[in-house]
């Protein structure tokens, strides 16, 4: 075996840059995957990760993570749209001209667009994952504007990205419709940590369940997320109270009003806060079913979490259509703002909650998410994507 000269030059790792508009302790799904991906990409990039302030820095071993102070006012109206200080934007600055590689989840945001222009002033080479396409919000003048500045905007930004990589095929087909992208947009899948996300046991999932004095026959409907408008909360209200014999469990967030199901007054709804990772996964593992009457997203994460788990779904049809082929485990049903007869879904989810081979659907499910969604596959794809940018034959090379 030839060995290493003892004065020979430490191999560099190339230096990616990371921009989101959180980080993941703001708990939404694009931030949680970007730091799935972050923490594995560590090991072959010296990474820094940049967002804002608005939440706890990440602690990654291997990474440097950095927020930047900004004003969040214009979440409080459902649009996550942080905007930096003057020192973030001198930060952004230095950081892309640092970097050999800069990935951006969604263009959208201000830091990431503006990072997306330096690193193109630079001749930097840009990856975006774009997760989110139109969005068919209530109000008709947010939906106007977002589809406006997706195909002006997005379409200018994506169409010259070094590579787009779409997290939903439908999000994918509907930018292909107006944007010519410099190389052929990939569809690549978010993954889920099955580490965290796994079934248990039948003998153990029902004794958690015992411990809460929920009779094995009461249905228990799960929904996770933030409790906004466009995840279908006052829809969720309908279906809820048509069921009163069901627990239906809230694992999330969101600002006080009509949309917080602590407002309802209903007894068999039930709000759990500060749920996530293994404690998240106790949720799912104990749910029947999870409900998500979701429009505008690609494929959310909880539903993969909720399958990897071995609890099947029941979404938006447009949700859907950012999933695999799953008729076992996934019922879908039209689904916009528009909708306010319940029937259909509460159907749906009675014929899936007296499936006779619900075993079979759970396992099957967990089986799938654990070979089709996984992390660390799905990082070294991101990192020879990045390696072939920057013609790097390898993780080492030698800066001078």
Known sequence: ??????????????????VTHYFPAHRGGVEIVAGELASRLAANFELRWLAADCDPTPSLPRARADGQAAWNGLERFGLPWPIWGWQGW????????????????DFIYPANIAAFCLARLRRKPVVITQHIGDIDYRNPILKVVLQGVNRS??????????????????????????????SAPLYWPNGVNTQIYKPAPPAKRLACRTQLRIPDEQPVVLFVGRFVEKKGLAFLRQLAAQRPGWQWWFAGWGAPGALDPESWALPQVRVWQGRQGESLAELYRMADVLVLPSYGEGFPLVVQESLACGTPAVISAETAAGAPAFPRAIRALPYSPATTRPEAWLTALDNLLESTDMAKIRQDAAEFAASEWDWDRLAEQYSSLFRRLRQLPGQGTHRT
């Open 153 to 182: 905007l997005g379409r200018l930004i994506l169409g010259r990205a070094s590579q787009v990589i779409f997290i939903s095929p439908r999000v994918k087909t509907l930018f292909q419709r107006f944007t010519t992208f410099r």
């Open 1 to 18: 075996m030839t060995s290493q000269p003892a004065n020979a030059p430490a191999a560099v790792k190339p230096r990616l840059l990371l």
């Open 90 to 105: 001198r930060t952004l600055y230095q950081a892309v001209g640092d970097a050999d590689i800069v990935h951006l989840h």
